[in-house]
């Protein structure tokens, strides 16, 4: 089953962060002078309550030395604790713990169980991180009750550095037919003398931040930038900043955390056809090219239908779990001439959102070699000419064959006549001649 598989995967990538995190704890010298800002920040909170929560004649203290620590995975942190002192000596427990954090792009509270001592999530480096954790006790003292101790909640600002206003705007990401992503930007507000803009890039199978593959460099700079797939990680926070250097100083850092398999864009539907069946009409078209699956695309079609008094009436309609891509529909009775378009978009099975496709050209009904009303009309004018042919031949024959008697019966006279005086000097091999 994939989805095990990637779930899997991903806790071991958790334990194998906090290896790396601990190693870059060490190895300072190697973190930019930016990151080990954020690295190993040991953060003080206050209580709000001074009440104890007993369990087993023990108090379960609120828990401290959280630690939040960032890798440098462009809002990918790691949060720490240790199990509070009292707690170490306890027996037949269970000590779990509680840690509700702040989704800033989701902008609500999410809140995990576990019984490690360690948990990492995405956060937008933006903004504030909130954490809040407490102590869940199970113990067979307490005759199997939950003991929940106090909760302590940490705030965490990054430092807001870089020059006013120089943060980028506009920054959006489209994935053209699954075959190469751009993510594109506007420069800020503020644009400090040489501004050079850089962009840089994390998921969960790089082992650093990238820099950008291939810059989109406009004539006042670089304005996007150009991931080949391979570049690219599906179903995973794919995390992506934008900073940048200026006379002025740096620029302000902006970060974005996506799922590209969100962001798919397909090519353009090509080679529409419409033709006509005995319901009414039938419309056939090619899938976009690219790497979109064809089970993964939904289609929209747009019909416009000249009637008879020459308004034009619009019409369109999602077909949705549509593996063939062709579509029935009855024709209308008082139209003269219907005109398709079609385009698509990754359905919901395949991704919570995408990007519709450009419309293909439209197709008409009249563009097409077997219009049926044509096809009658000219088998009912060959029948009936035919008819008219067959009458008037008949008539004519009729008409010669009985001017074609008379004479015959003259001549019939003169042939006995003639026919009386030679038929004895006749030679019998000229006879058929005469008959
Ligand atoms: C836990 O037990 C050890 C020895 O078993 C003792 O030295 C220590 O003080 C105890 N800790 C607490 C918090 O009671
Ligand atoms: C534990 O539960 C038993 C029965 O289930 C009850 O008799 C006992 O008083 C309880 N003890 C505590 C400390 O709640
Ligand atoms: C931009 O961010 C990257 C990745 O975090 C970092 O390595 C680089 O030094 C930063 N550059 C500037 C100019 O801030």
């Not at 820099?211 to 460099?217: K, L, S, T």
Request: proline share 4%.
């Amino acid at each position: 089953m994939p989805g095990y598989g990637r779930v899997r995967v991903h806790t071991q990538r958790l334990t194998t962060l906090v290896i790396t995190l601990q190693k870059n704890m060490l190895l300072l010298d190697k973190v930019p002078a930016w990151l080990s800002a954020f690295t190993l920040l040991l953060l003080t909170q206050e209580t709000a309550s001074t009440s104890e929560v007993m369990a087993c004649g023990v108090a379960v203290e609120p828990l401290e030395d959280i630690e939040i620590s960032d890798p440098g995975f462009l809002g990918y942190v790691s949060i720490h604790w240790t199990r509070p002192a009292a707690l170490q000596n306890l027996t037949d427990c269970t000590v779990r713990y509680q840690l509700k954090y702040y989704d800033t792009y989701e902008e609500r509270w999410r809140s995990v169980r576990t019984v490690k001592l360690t948990y990492a999530a995405q956060f937008d480096l933006e903004k504030p991180v909130k954490v809040k954790i407490l102590t869940v006790l199970n113990c067979a003292c307490t005759n199997g009750t939950e003991v929940q101790g106090e909760e302590t909640e940490w705030i965490y600002t990054p430092k807001d550095t870089g020059v006013a206003g120089s943060r980028i705007r506009d920054f959006h990401c489209v994935y053209y037919g699954k075959e190469y992503m751009e993510c594109t930007w506007e420069s800020g507000p503020v644009q400090p003398q040489e501004s050079q803009h850089y962009l840089y890039y994390w998921h969960r199978e790089m082992d650093e931040t990238k820099e950008c593959p291939e810059y989109i460099v406009l004539s006042e700079g670089r304005r996007g930038c150009r991931f080949p797939r391979e570049s690219l990680l599906e179903f995973s926070k794919f995390n992506l900043c934008v900073n940048g250097s200026s006379a002025a100083g740096s620029l302000k850092t902006a970060y974005f955390s996506i799922e590209v398999q969100n962001h798919v864009k397909p090519a353009v539907v090509s080679s529409v056809h419409v033709s006509e069946t005995d319901e009414g009409l039938k419309l056939n078209w090619s899938p976009p090219s690219g790497q979109v699956p064809e089970h993964c695309l939904e289609y929209e079609v747009e019909s416009s239908t000249t009637m008879e008094n020459g308004q034009e009436k619009q019409e369109r309609m999602v077909l949705q779990n549509l593996e063939d891509t062709s579509y029935g529909l009855p024709r209308e009775v008082k139209s003269q001439k219907a005109c398709f378009r079609i385009r698509s978009k990754v359905n919901t099975y395949c991704a919570d959102e995408g990007f519709w496709s450009e419309w293909s050209q439209a197709k008409c009904t009249e563009d097409t070699e077997t219009v049926p009303t044509w096809k009658y009309l000219s088998l009912v004018g060959l029948v009936v000419i035919g008819i008219a042919g067959v009458v008037i031949l008949c008539l004519s024959l009729w008409i010669l064959k009985k001017i074609c008697i008379k004479k015959i019966n003259k001549q019939d006279a003169l042939y006995t006549l003639y026919k009386e005086k030679v038929n004895q000097t006749m030679p019998t091999i000229l006879s058929p001649i005469f008959k």
